[in-house]
């Protein structure tokens, strides 16, 4: 069971592990040991899961999302499969506690009135200086 939240958490039956061979150094053992973890975990299909939730973590643009709502997270960091094993649950879990708190949502609000007029002011200067680079003057013409 990974424990994510005291709400929130993920039976060991919705997580699917490979042990592969790690890439990098590791001399002769590299060759021999599958340390390097994959674990998969189906986001859109997890019971596990409110849809609050998972439609929060689909709408995250991360590249170990994969187009079916699947999450691979891949760990080899160390040079045991338990600690590897430990890393990919630790960053999955961190990727859904990320999300846990829903954003609040944005409150429109307009300018003020000595906002638009200090914009109107800086806009007519502008102009005025503008104006007086090309030898007429903008506003006493008018």
Known sequence: MLQISPTV???DAELEERFVRASGPGGQN???VS???ELRFDIARSPSLDDAL???VLARRDRRVDG???ILISAQRFRTQERNRED???RLAALIQSVLIPPRPRVATKPTRA???RRLKSKSTRATVKGLRTGRAWKDDA
């Open 9 to 11: 958490s993920i039976p």
């Open 115 to 117: 906002s638009k007029e």
């Open 35 to 37: 340390t390097a973890v």
């Open 68 to 70: 079916n709502g699947v």
């Open 88 to 90: 990919a649950r630790a």
């Open 30 to 32: 590299v060759n021999k």
């Open 54 to 56: 998972r439609a929060r």
